[in-house]
Structure formats: C-alpha cells, structure tokens
C-alpha cells in the first residue's frame, strides 16, 4: 500500500515540478491537463477501494468459472465484473466527489480556459473586495449537486469505503 | 469413459514439497475417495486432476491421453466445491447453464438440458431464485446440477459437504451415492471424515503428508490396515492401541483392537477397570475403561447396556481380531 502513501504527502511539496511540467507540455489553462491531473492525484485511493473490493470475491468462483469453462475475457466479464459493479460505482461516486471539491490543483493550474467551478467561486475573492452574493450563489451552486447525489447515494458509499473492514 | 491414471505426480509449492510422489489410477465409473486428516495434500491432489493446480512433475492421464498441460475446461472434467462456488449474481437457472453457454450451446439445448438437470436435483420450482435465497442442501444442490450438465468424464468432489449439519450431510450423503449409482460417471470426492468415505466409496485412498498410505475397499481398510495411521484413521470410534507388556505378550510394538472387538461384561473378563465415561448412543453403548497396565480403552456393545460411570466393567479383546504392528508401525502378518 505504498501507492496510498502518496496521497498522504502535502500537495503543495510537488506544486512547483507539476507546474514546470505542465507548462512546458503545453498543459497549463487546459481541460487536457487538469482531467489527467485529476485522475492521476485520486489514483492511489481508486487503487485501494478496488483492491479491498476485490479480494474479497472468494477465488472459487473463479476457479469454477474456469472449471465452466470460461477464458479469461469471459472469467472478466461474466462473473469478476457483474460482482464488482457496486465496488466500483462507490469508487466512482467517491472520485467524483473528490474531483469535484478539488480547489489547490484547479487554482494553481487553471486561469479563464480550463477552470472549473472551485477556481470559478475563488475569482469572486479579488482586490476589489468580496462579492458575497455573488460568492453565496456561487458556493450554492457548487454544493447542491454534489450534496444531492451523495445523499442518494450514501449508502453505496459508506459500503464501498467500508467493504472488507469486518469480515 | 472417466478412468485417470496418476504416473509420478509430485507437487511443490515455493520449494516445499507437498505431495513427494504419487502413483494412482481409477477406472472409468468407480467412486474413489481421498480421505486423511487436514494438510494431507488430498485437495491439493483433486486441483492437480482438475487442473487449477500445475503438477511439478509426472503426468495426469485421462482416458489414455496426456491431460497434464490441458487447461481446467479442457480436461472433460466438473468440480463440485467445498464453499458451492456459486455465482451469486447469477439465477439458479443461469448458473446451471453458465457451462453449457461457456460451450455454445444452443438455447433450446441448454434450456432441456437445465431444466432436465433441475428435475433430477428437485430444483425446479428454485430456478429463478438466486443462491442467496437458497438453503445449504439447495445450493448444494445447484453445485451438482452445474456439474452433471457438462456431462462430464469424472466429477471431482472438494469436501462438498463439510458445511452442512449433521442431518443433511447424511441426505446428501445418500443422493450423492445414488447419483454415482444411475449416473455411473468416475467420482473422486476429498474428505477428511472417514464415515463419508467407508459409506461412498468403491476404494479408498488415505493420504498423510501427501503420501499414499493405503488404497483398497473400505472393508480392506477396515480388516487389514496396513499400518497404524490407517489402522487408527479408519473405524469410529478409532482403533484401540495399546503398547507396553500387553503388546509384547504378542510379540508386537504395538497391538490393535477396535472398540467392536472388545467385548464387554459386568461379571468376567481379561481386563479389569472402573468406567470413565459410558456414552448410551441408543443403538450403541460406548464405554472409555481406563485398564490398569493398559491404557484408556473404549469398548463398543450393541444396544443399551447398563454400566454407568464409576462402576467395575471386565472387558474381553477377540483375539482373532487383534492387529500387531512393529517397532515402525508396519503392521505384523
């Protein structure tokens, strides 16, 4: 588990070489940079929740299915998927979120282009002073959906992070 | 056609050998049972028939054709698992049929043949339930009936029924028995309950450390164990030994007697000792006699007898029955 000790490390130890790469590969102010940049920081936690989910499908059943004889397309599709889709939905809603509230990487890395909706609720802090209005609606507009959907999926979630914890 | 031929398996996991050597054959439509305490390595040898474990060495026959490198599908065999293996996701009817869609099989051909399976197995009114609806026997059930759709040349059972109680294990004990007996396909079933394996079996093969100790018909076993550990193994309650003056007076290491050989009285007898524990089974009585210069023997007499714990009982080995091994365990002619 040595990936998910990379998430424990400061984001802003690494900023100043993420910021040279991404400008230097054209990255900066881009869709392109800040999605793989995303994928990429909530790589170790996608990595973990699948791993714990995972291993807990017993390793008869796919022994069986090659004893049924199923190939290993079919070992995947058949029986590893189908079990899998509630591990990896949590996962998804989990990336999701993070994705979402992410505000460091989408700061230091995006301008008019490429930013999303954190980037867009810290532009309302200038200067010239705080638009609250503005910054409320904004901030409103930015935790609904995710509040909506993590309450309709809550407990997909709390399974998900959990699963494999107690046998 | 179902007969397998093991010529000099051996099998080692990171350097540790697990089965030294093994040379084993089984005819087409016998049922064979492995049978040993746990870690004998009698899994081990069923996953290296069925495949899902590589052989270090030798080579698996099946039918007279080399199997060794054949892939699990590939070997015309169907494995019946200790934990079901069932796919949860999946209907009673899907299961069943996985195997026959996994071939090709035609629709109308798997749906015959499904339903033909669950008919046999009483299983058709469960056919659109999933096996978290099931009970154990049915999910049991299901497993068997995913093996006999394949129509294969031999199953293989893993201790299918060690997660059962008491009850069922002696119903499924049974359909098992009369499934081998209309189906008439080689059976291999793994167990470490010697009962299972002196009712099932046409032979039996008992495994310690992976080796083969023995291999013969329950009743050879029973009669004429080769050595101690099988003589201890087979028969419950297991083989009364006794070593000390009393086995020298036989000129062995180590005597032999079993519980049913030993017969007991209140009045006379050749050994003398106060009852320990009488179990009164009903159609048995049990008694653990600790004998003075002998040791803790156990004494088995039909129906109900009237010692109880703390009084006088006189027991009587039949000295026809009496097994003699010698100072390495090796039973004495």
């Known amino acids: 588990m040595w990936m998910l000790s990379t998430k424990m490390m400061p984001p802003v130890g690494v900023l100043v070489p993420i ?145 494999g914890a107690v046998k | 056609m179902g007969a397998i031929r093991l010529e000099q398996v051996t099998k080692s996991f990171d350097g540790t050998v697990v089965i030294p050597c093994v040379d084993l054959e089984m005819a087409d439509g016998e049922f064979v049972v492995f049978v040993g305490p746990s870690g004998c390595g009698k899994s081990t040898l069923l996953r290296l028939i069925a495949g899902l474990e590589d052989v270090t060495s030798g080579r698996v026959v099946i039918d007279g054709a080399d199997a060794t490198r054949l892939r699990p599908a590939q070997r015309g065999l169907a494995m019946v698992f200790q934990s079901y293996a069932l796919y949860p996701h999946m209907t009673v009817y899907k299961n069943i049929a996985f195997p026959l869609r996994m071939a090709g099989g035609e629709p109308a051909v798997i749906d015959r043949k499904v339903r033909a399976a669950a008919q046999t197995l009483n299983l058709t009114e469960y056919l659109n339930h999933k096996p978290g609806q099931l009970s154990g026997g049915q999910r049991q059930r299901v497993a068997i009936g995913r093996a006999i759709v394949r129509e294969p040349k031999a199953f293989l059972f893993d201790e299918p029924l060690s997660n059962l109680d008491a009850a069922l294990r002696v119903n499924m004990r049974l359909e098992i028995t009369e499934l081998h007996q209309s189906l008439k396909t080689t059976m291999i079933y793994v167990t470490h309950d010697q009962i299972e394996a002196m009712t099932m079996a046409d032979r039996i093969v008992v495994l310690r450390a992976g080796n083969v100790e023995q291999v013969g018909s329950p009743l050879d076993l029973y009669r004429a164990p080769r050595n101690l550990f099988v003589a201890g193994f087979i028969g419950s309650p297991q083989m009364n030994l006794i070593q000390g003056v009393e086995a020298e007076n036989h000129g062995a290491k180590t005597i032999g007697v079993r519980p049913e050989h030993v017969r007991a009285s209140q009045d006379a007898g050749d050994w003398v000792g106060t009852v320990s524990i009488a179990e009164h089974l009903g159609s048995d009585t049990i008694l653990h006699v600790p004998v003075e210069g002998v040791g803790m023997i156990k004494a088995r007499v039909e129906g109900e007898f009237a010692l109880r714990h703390g009084q006088k009982a006189y027991l009587t080995p039949d000295p026809t029955k009496i097994h003699r091994f010698d100072a390495d365990g090796k039973t004495m002619s």
């Open chain 1, 19 to 163: 910021y040279l790469l991404f400008r230097d590969w054209g990255l900066l102010n881009t869709l392109t940079g800040l999605t793989g940049l995303m994928m990429l920081v909530n790589l170790p936690i996608v990595v973990w929740m699948l791993y714990t989910y995972f291993k807990e499908i017993p390793p008869d059943i796919l022994e069986a299915a090659r004893m049924d004889g199923a190939r290993l397309f079919n070992e995947i599709a058949h029986v590893l998927a189908p079990l899998a889709v509630p591990g990896i939905a949590s996962t998804m809603l989990l990336n999701i979120i993070l994705a979402w509230n992410e505000a460091f990487w989408t700061l230091n890395l995006s301008a008019a282009s490429a930013a999303p909706l954190s980037a867009f609720i810290a532009s309302y802090s200038s200067p010239e002073g705080l638009f609250w209005a503005k910054l409320s609606a904004a901030s409103t507009m930015a935790i609904a959906p995710i509040l909506i959907l993590g309450w309709f999926s809550q407990r997909q979630l709390v399974r998900g992070l959990t699963f």
